[in-house]
């Protein structure tokens, strides 16, 4: 019998091989008996600084526990049987298939979308804008060090989508199966093997790359196929139905289209609309990323125990209520770096990513509030790309049309001043001291002045000092969703399967990958291949 055995609680200088001893001192067994031990879940509890400690979940199995009966393991605390549900995936559709299905995107989305076709016997043909992750890093590098934006390989578009440097979070509001087989594969793919259970998993934006090669190494060796700086310009929809797109590399035909563009694809949006494919306008994060020394934040968390190496760079997670929205962290980046999330020439936009190390010294994160219709104030589809460009572009031209960061000293935006004189950032194309009041819309401005110091004191005024922000923060969500009915089919256009991030039904790396699962178990559900070898 296997059973579940929760709040297993280890203090920092008990190393992890305590566990059997301690799941069998709960259990009332020799801990040599235990045959098989899985841990289902590793967090940090730092609620009391001066007892912070590891607690895990974990399923057993020994020989005494088939023995017992289950009513005499339940009544144990913390002890369930486990049952854990399995991952399911349906029997080939009724439909025959008789071409591959096209992916645009080679983001976690369309990844995710092609390794599951591929598994269901189709070779899908993945169709990305952008270039392979080798020549995307290259490209990347040349811009940070000063070189021209490339609009088509950037820290957006490329091999592995906007995720690829955007940190490594795999955080993911919920579980179940399929959110364990998304992270069982990043492991496969050279991610940290912990990553399956661990409470808040990591990549590291250094480890990344390697592991979406991996994954599109699988893609290939199991009949898909991939086009890199291959561009969708326009779609061939007939009588309603999706019949080919036209790319800068060719035309494909099919009847099975899965789009996993990214939240930045503004071009492909805006082809969408003049097509007459449903799109509506979708809520959407926007703010500043505030960026403050680490060891601040190491200390409000940790306390004394602030360095130890077992426990590394702390993060927080912060919310202040602030009239009618709220105002909160999103994607904070422990030790990590600021960067220029740009896709389009003349416009300026922030974000933040870590390394696996988590050592610049420097913790970052965004500040954003939802924006809303009241705020964009249109009911356009594209409205919120249109409000996003209007503060990206003030920035560009603000820091002198040169992909520097607009940037202010906290105490300096508090006070309604502009910033002057050297500040120091990790952006890495370097930093322009302005006033982020010429910018930010007001309602973001009005949001930050009421709500930072609520942030600050929940970390015990440790946020604030020393701190600037940089901004706009703008490409944290999709402003625009594909409408799309249960079947993940566009309620539109036949043929078309809007899926991840870009699509408006996804917020990070693993709710991307789950949903581009997700779209092609609906497809799999529908169709069977009948597509011969290439």
């Known amino acids: 019998m296997d059973v579940k055995v929760s709040n297993i609680r280890l203090r920092l200088d008990e190393p992890e091989e305590e566990l059997p001893r301690k799941i069998a001192e709960r259990l009332g067994i020799p801990a040599e008996s235990i045959e098989r031990l899985r841990i289902l879940r590793k967090s940090l509890d730092a609620r009391k600084r001066e007892r912070i400690r590891f607690v895990y979940s974990a399923e057993a199995s020994a020989p005494e526990l088939d023995r017992r009966d289950a009513a005499s393991l339940t009544a144990v605390e913390g002890v369930s049987i486990a049952s854990e549900p399995n991952f399911e995936w349906p029997d080939p559709g009724p439909t025959p298939l008789d071409r591959p299905p096209i992916v645009v995107g080679a983001g976690p989305a369309g990844l995710f979308a092609a390794y599951f076709l591929c598994q269901s016997g189709f070779r899908p043909i993945i169709l990305e804008r952008g270039k392979d992750v080798k020549d995307r890093v290259a490209d990347v590098r040349k811009f940070d060090s000063g070189g021209a934006l490339d609009p088509e390989s950037n820290y957006l578009f490329g091999e592995g989508g906007a995720g690829t440097f955007s940190d490594g979070k795999l955080t993911y509001r919920g579980g179940g199966p399929d959110v364990k087989r998304i992270l069982e594969i990043l492991a496969e793919c050279h991610a940290k093997p912990s990553i399956v259970y661990e409470h808040r998993p990591h990549v590291g934006s250094n480890r990344l790359p390697l592991v979406v090669k991996t994954l599109r190494k699988k893609i290939e060796q199991m009949g898909g196929e991939i086009h890199f700086s291959c561009r969708v310009e326009d779609l061939n929809i007939n009588e309603g139905t999706l019949k080919g797109v036209s790319t800068s590399s060719g035309t494909f035909e099919s009847e099975v289209f899965v ?204 946020l604030l000092p020393h701190a600037t922000l940089t901004g706009p923060e703008s490409r944290g969500s999709s402003p625009v969703r594909i409408v799309r009915d249960e079947f993940y089919e566009s309620v539109g256009v036949k043929g078309l399967f809007p899926c991840g991030e870009g699509a408006g039904y996804a917020g990070g790396i693993v709710s991307a990958a789950v949903d581009g699962l997700r779209t092609a178990r609906a497809i799999a559900a529908r169709y069977r291949s009948r597509v011969g070898s290439r």
């Open 259 to 462: 789009f996993a563009i990214g939240h930045s694809a503004r071009d492909t949006y805006e082809t969408l609309h003049r097509l007459g494919v449903p799109l509506e306008f979708k809520p959407f994060q926007f703010g500043a990323r505030i960026e403050q020394p680490q060891e601040q934040i190491d200390r409000a968390r940790y306390g004394f125990e602030a360095g130890n190496p077992i426990l590394g760079a702390a993060d927080y997670e912060l919310v202040a209520h602030v009239g009618e929205r709220d105002l909160f962290t999103f994607c904070m980046c422990a030790g990590g770096y600021v960067m220029a999330s740009v896709s389009e020439p003349g416009f300026y936009c922030t974000n933040g990513q870590s390394e696996s190390r988590h050592d610049s010294g420097l913790a970052n994160s965004g500040v954003v509030v939802t924006i809303d219709r009241r705020d964009v104030k249109s009911g356009h589809p594209l409205a919120g790309v249109w409000f996003q460009r209007a503060a990206e572009r003030k920035a560009y031209e603000i820091a002198g049309r040169s992909y520097k960061a607009p940037i202010q000293r906290v105490d300096d935006f508090m006070r309604g001043k502009a910033s002057v004189g050297k500040i120091a950032s990790t952006h890495a194309r370097g930093v322009f001291p302005t006033d982020l009041a010429s910018i930010l819309p007001e309602t973001v401005l009005r949001s930050l002045a009421r709500g930072l110091p609520i942030l600050d004191g929940q970390i015990r005024g440790r």
